[in-house]
């Protein structure tokens, strides 16, 4: 939202899932409230799999930004190509449709502690 540039590792192909917050909370919260998983295990994150470089594009179509994506040789210790988890233990427990990447972006966008934290407008 600044207009600063925004760097990317590598090419910008390795794939991620991103996640809106308030999912993660409201998973974590009802696990908690209602006992759930005892001695189990939960990936928390979406199935919706994503760029960098979409990513980098997407977050600069959706504000608006005039941000330059940069690209900086590949991390030396490494990146891992894909990462995706099985998340269907926390579609079960919220019980709903998970935020995507553009709602998640522009809900953030509207809030006024990030735009405080951030110095944008």
Do not use: C, H
């Not at 990936?43 to 960098?52: A, E, P, Q």
């Amino acid at each position: 939202m600044k207009n600063e540039p925004i760097s990317i590792y590598g090419d910008g192909m390795q794939t991620r899932t991103f996640t809106y917050v308030d999912d993660t909370i409201d998973t974590i919260i009802t696990i908690f409230n209602k006992g759930l998983l005892k001695n189990d295990v939960i990936n928390i994150g979406s199935d919706k799999l994503m760029t960098v470089l979409d990513l980098a594009k997407t977050i600069i179509a959706i504000t608006g930004s005039k941000s330059q994506i940069q690209f900086l040789p590949p991390l030396k210790e490494g990146d891992m190509t894909r990462r995706q988890p099985d998340n269907s233990k926390m579609k079960e427990i919220l019980n709903r449709e998970l935020k995507t990447l553009e709602e998640g972006v522009k809900i953030l966008m509207n809030d006024p502690l990030f735009l405080k934290l951030t110095g944008t407008k």
